[in-house]
């Protein structure tokens, strides 16, 4: 199986430069200047409605920025008005291929089995051969540890297993980087170990990940950046260990403060 992990492209994995995003009369991002290189693992925090997921799903323009400029690799969108034309929906779609998506609610096909949701994309976006395809998938799938439940329908899986199953979907595209869109927040409390474990692997593989998350111990753990966000715009930006045992600004100080038991 190919491992994306091996190969190393010049220049940023991802860049976002002056991006802007307005739903009605709230400016949800100001103005946020963010890369990522190959082998990051970021981790982006903040109080709810800080603008973190917002940001996150503008990368891959499931969200349309309504100014900025956004780099994948070797393609580049500067949307205007928070619409794309033509033209740049055929570049999203290129960017969308080196990107890996992990939802809060998993998003798989209910009507699909397990391994059919984790072939998908490389069959029918990628054009791979059914048989690669399936090899690689089922490697995948006892990576994230349920190889077993490769002809199971999502329905019969726990949250835990769904999100798991996602993240091996992400995986098969073989993406430059993955983005984690709060990939703990719709599972029971026992059930976020298992998945932490596998997004904790992933990092230590060296793969691009971008992870908003509640998780604060997690992120001080796992991360080789920490951003904090507040109210549309990065407050902190540095190491872990800098974002947590010394921030810079006295917002950043009084969040983290309210979730220092978590981190120690």
């Not at 946020?32 to 990368?59: F, P």
């Amino acid at each position: 199986m190919t491992d994306a992990v091996e190969t190393k492209a010049v220049g940023p994995a991802l860049s976002i430069t002056g991006l802007r995003k307005t739903f009605g009369a709230n400016e949800v991002l100001r103005g946020i200047d963010l890369s990522a290189r190959d082998g990051d693992v970021i981790s982006m925090i903040g109080a709810s409605g800080s603008g973190k997921s917002t940001l996150l799903r503008c990368i891959p323009m499931l969200e349309i920025p309504d100014s900025g400029t956004v780099t994948v690799g070797e393609d580049s969108l500067s949307p205007k008005g928070g619409r794309l034309t033509r033209a740049e929906e055929a570049t999203a779609r290129r960017m969308r291929g080196h990107l890996g998506f992990v939802f809060q609610n998993f998003n798989l096909w209910t009507h699909r089995t397990v391994l059919q949701n984790v072939i998908e994309a490389p069959l029918f976006v990628q054009n791979r051969s059914r048989a690669e395809a399936v090899d690689e998938a089922t490697a995948l799938l006892e990576k994230v540890g349920l190889a077993e439940k490769r002809d199971a329908w999502p329905a019969h899986l726990s949250g835990g297993q769904q999100q798991r199953v996602a993240i091996a979907r992400a995986l098969a595209q073989r993406p430059r980087a993955i983005l984690f869109d709060e990939p703990t927040s719709a599972l029971d409390p026992e059930l976020v170990g298992e998945v932490l474990k596998v997004i904790r692997s992933l990092a230590e593989e060296g793969r691009t990940l971008l992870i908003v998350t509640h998780e604060m111990g997690f992120a001080r753990d796992v991360s080789s950046r920490v951003v904090l966000l507040h109210q549309g715009q990065i407050e902190e930006d540095g190491t872990p260990e800098q974002v947590f045992a010394n921030p810079r600004s006295d917002r950043a100080r009084a969040f983290l403060s309210g979730h220092f038991d978590r981190t120690r």
